[in-house]
């Protein structure tokens, strides 16, 4: 069993509808990133979280670190939304992460 | 502008030949990271520094080299014991918050 988790491994949206990506982990870590690469291959760190909720602009992350389980949810999708959306935890103290095998979005206009 | 660069974009490689893959950054930061992207799958990590002069494997190092002799540069060597080289290497830095990644590099062997 993979240590992490992602589901869906392919999502196809239309423009506007609300998005969410799951990620579920079998480690205990100490947080985690959400990263999104674009078609070209560059990846942008989106989040980092330990607890709770973060929120920037139309993309809201949560994570449940007693449940094992983080989500990433986009509001009003637009295909510039259209990427892979890395899960990656990270353990204890050192900054080594462990990556999820990502989830393909398509926003269609 | 802040950031990492890696050369080349592209790279092939053929049977027997080491290459080297190259990971510059001006961004300062101590923490430097190679990466093996392949198709459907998670990034793997293969060695990382936390410190100049000093590296640690990672996951799938076998076939790898890496040296750390300045902070800005951590350049990678595919040997020719790695046997299936082929794919997508990305080279990061880290921060407490923050994972920052290069653009990647792209081998393909002939």
């Known amino acids: 069993k993979n240590e992490v988790e992602q589901s869906p491994q392919n999502l196809t949206a239309q423009e506007g509808e609300f998005i969410t990506i799951n990620c579920s982990y079998s480690?205990?870590?100490?947080?985690l990133h959400w990263l999104q690469q674009h078609p070209g291959g560059g990846i942008v760190s989106l989040f980092m979280?330990?607890?709770g909720k973060k929120k920037h602009g139309r993309l809201i992350a949560t994570i449940n670190i007693q449940e094992k389980h983080s989500s990433l949810h986009i509001t009003a999708s637009h295909p510039r939304d259209s990427a892979v959306y890395i899960c990656?935890?990270?353990?204890?103290?050192?900054?080594?992460?462990?990556f999820g095998s990502g989830t393909q979005l398509t926003v269609l206009p | 502008d802040g950031g990492i660069t890696q050369s080349p974009k592209y790279l092939f490689r053929k049977e027997g030949q080491n290459v080297t893959l190259s990971c510059e950054q001006n961004?300062?930061?101590?923490?430097m990271y190679w990466y093996r992207q392949d198709p459907g799958q998670g990034l793997r990590l293969i060695y990382y520094?936390?410190?100049?002069?000093?590296?640690q494997k990672g996951d799938i190092a076998e076939g790898y080299s890496v040296s750390r002799e300045k902070k800005e540069s951590f350049p990678l060597t595919v040997t020719s014991a790695q046997k299936n080289p082929t794919a997508f290497y990305l080279c990061?830095?880290?921060?407490?918050?923050?994972?920052?990644f290069g653009p990647g590099t792209r081998l393909l062997v002939l």
């Open positions: 990061a830095t880290s921060t407490q918050e923050t994972q920052y």
């Open positions: 480690v205990g870590i100490s947080a």
């Open positions: 979280l330990s607890s």
């Open positions: 990656a935890p990270r353990r204890g103290s050192a900054r080594q992460l462990t």
């Open positions: 961004l300062n930061h101590d923490a």
């Open positions: 520094s936390q410190i100049v002069n000093d590296f």
